[in-house]
């Protein structure tokens, strides 16, 4: 029990450390993007179809963010998984995917994204004004300079995906 509820109590601080980084709407720092994204997979479960094999991150942007997110990687295994990052192309190529990111100037095919993301068992994570209210799972927002996070538990579990109680405290629930 006590090795349990340190664990909780480090991950919320760590999480909040990261979360409450100062982040210049200019300068969006992706490391800090990638760090949370990392801490997502301790807080989501996926179904068994898709706990085997590489743990693919597919990245709908540009170089700066898929840096970042492969040298989170480096070492790294979601359970007994391999990380794997892949640069996205098409919407079909979510449903390979655990974990879609689609950066903020690709926005507009977040519509064609969305249904496949939902059927394939993917958390689809943004980063725009509306992008938790419009059913991403995870939306990154800045808010009074500091990087958030916003949870819609709703499009999650409608991915069959599960969250944890810890991940949704720490969030801005929508949806």
């Known amino acids: 029990m006590l090795v349990k509820n340190f664990r909780i109590i480090a991950l919320t601080v760590g999480l909040i450390l990261i979360g409450s980084a100062f982040v210049s709407a200019q300068d969006v720092n992706y ?5 949370l994204l990392y801490h997502f997979t ?10 085997s094999g590489d743990f693919v991150i597919g990245v709908l942007g540009n170089a700066t963010l898929t840096e970042a997110v492969e040298e989170m990687a480096k070492n790294r295994t979601v359970g007994n998984q391999k990380i794997t990052v892949v640069q996205v192309k098409t919407s079909e190529d979510a449903n390979k995917c655990h974990i879609k990111y689609v950066q903020k100037f690709q926005n507009s095919q977040f519509n064609a994204v969305y249904p496949k993301a939902k059927s394939g068992h993917v958390l689809l994570i943004t980063e725009s004004e509306d992008g938790g209210k419009r059913g991403a799972s995870i939306n990154f927002v ?17 991915a069959g995906l599960k969250v944890s109680s810890e991940l949704i405290k720490l969030s801005i629930p929508v949806g």
């Open 31 to 35: 490391k800090l993007h990638a760090g």
């Open 142 to 158: 800045t808010i009074d300079e500091k990087l958030k996070f916003e949870l819609n538990k709703t499009s999650i579990e409608d």
């Open 42 to 51: 301790k807080h989501i479960e996926w179904p068994a179809s898709k706990q």
